[in-house]
């Protein structure tokens, strides 16, 4: 291999990895793969292991407010399962905010945009978290998921 080859490679290398964005852990974001839209993910959270922001005033009782956009879907006071229809998400950044409260740990995907999280939940306080893609296409017939244990009680705001 040519010293041209080498520095196109590593180039491209490098290009890759500051495009590609994917973490996992407690509170995490996670785009996992190339196929799916370009776009960054800023993750609120914090590291890998560390549990969810607890956030003074907030409440599972009512939908948590966005830092910014309109809502596509607001839910509250939900337990267990629940997957929600966004319907078409534009090609501008998308925000998904979450409180929790109970002993468990609470996943939550958007689809076909490829993010996912998961959340630890604590009895006797509110954790929360709030998690956004830019998004470089449109995605109609968009989804969030959430799976979470029937003792976990929590709330959530998606919009853009």
Not at 105 to 133: D, M, R
Not at 143 to 151: C, L
Request: with cysteine; charged share 15%.
């Amino acid at each position: 291999m040519t010293f041209r080859s080498r520095v196109i490679v590593t180039t491209a290398a490098v290009l890759c990895s500051l495009t590609l964005v994917s973490c996992t852990g407690s509170g995490q974001a996670h785009r996992p793969s190339p196929s799916g839209p370009s776009g960054t993910v800023a993750d609120t959270a914090g590291p890998p292991g560390r549990r969810a922001e607890r956030i003074e005033g907030e409440t599972v009782t009512a939908a948590p407010k966005l830092p910014s956009g309109e809502p596509l879907a607001q839910v509250a006071a939900v337990k267990g399962n629940r997957r929600i229809s966004l319907g078409t998400v534009a090609a501008r950044p998308l925000g998904v905010v979450v409180n929790c409260q109970g002993k468990g740990t609470l996943t939550v995907q958007v689809q076909p945009v490829n993010l996912s999280f998961a959340l630890a939940c604590s009895p006797g306080e509110v954790s929360g978290t709030y998690n956004e893609v830019r998004l470089s296409r449109t995605h109609p017939d968009a989804t969030v998921s959430v799976t979470a244990p029937s003792s976990v009680s929590w709330s959530l705001a998606v919009g853009q």
